[in-house]
């Protein structure tokens, strides 16, 4: 008969420890934290984590909800070694999880204000979302976390009241097929108005826990500030629940977002929780 390994018993008896030390470096006590690790294998609500703000995640695809497990257009949950899950995201099924918009989740002011948005992914293609808050249809673009083409990491922040926006992407291309735990952290300080890039000048990207080399780019010239609007959160793609775009295929695990820029360390340390509960 076959046995766990002593490590792999220690590992996942160790799950909510773990999920509290994520949580903890996200400070909610004085942050507004946002975290989900995907604890659920099936059904067709998505719960947060430790943070006491009530963000829950609808299932759907193509504007239907769904099951997690569902058998054609499912998220095909898998149970990682530290007791967590991650989901899978197909464009072909418009798949996303979705949430509902609130005050907490836009990070305007009279310039922007700070915040880190990340998770750990697995991409099969050079193009898609990750989190964001971001409804072109409904002219309600604030921010989104997303792999474009290279591929590349990139944090993209947008002013709807000009069209325009900033941009910090990855230099060095990623690799499909590949895990990674990518992050941004933003400090807030806004675009100058006049084509300057000081709000992508003050985005960091980390992968896996390390800082890394960005380019910054800026589409119309004149960026100041997000304007908070009503897109709803999303996982895995842009939009809306009705018409999901931008479509992540591959898989993402315990993303999050906080109102906070966060340090160097913090990223080492999220890294290390993250690697240890996947089982990278």
Request: charged share 15%; proline share 3%; glycine share 14%.
């Amino acid at each position: 008969m076959g046995h766990f390994s002593g490590s792999l018993v220690q590992r996942e008896t160790r799950t909510f420890a773990l999920l509290d030390q994520f949580v903890s470096v996200l400070a909610p006590g004085s942050n507004n934290v946002f975290f989900w690790p995907f604890l659920e294998g099936n059904g067709d609500i998505v719960q947060p984590y430790g943070t006491g703000i009530d963000e829950e995640l609808d299932v759907t695809a193509a504007g239907s909800t769904l099951a997690l497990d569902a058998a054609d257009t499912g998220f095909h949950p898998v149970r990682h070694v530290g007791g967590i899950h991650s989901y899978h995201f197909e464009d072909g099924d418009s798949q996303a999880l979705v949430g509902a918009d609130a005050a907490t989740l836009s990070f305007n002011g009279s310039t922007d204000t700070a915040f880190t948005v990340g998770c750990f992914f697995y991409t099969h293609a050079a193009a898609g979302t990750l989190l964001a808050k971001y409804d072109v249809l409904g002219s309600a673009e604030e921010w989104r976390l997303h792999v474009l083409a290279g591929p590349d990491l990139a944090l993209e922040v947008f002013e709807t009241t000009k069209d325009d926006s900033e941009t910090a992407q990855t230099t060095t291309a990623l690799n499909l097929g590949q895990w990674y735990f990518g992050a941004v952290a933003y400090g807030g300080a806004g675009g100058d108005g006049a084509g300057g890039k000081t709000a992508a000048a003050d985005m960091t990207i980390y992968i896996d826990g390390a800082a890394v080399s960005a380019a910054t780019s800026e589409v119309g010239g004149t960026y100041a500030d997000m304007i908070g609007g009503a897109a709803p959160l999303m996982i895995g793609a842009t939009d809306d629940k009705a018409a999901p775009a931008n479509e992540f295929n591959g898989r993402i695990a315990l993303p999050f977002l906080v109102n906070a820029e966060l340090t160097a360390a913090n990223l080492v340390t999220l890294n290390g929780i993250g690697t240890t509960l996947i089982g990278l």
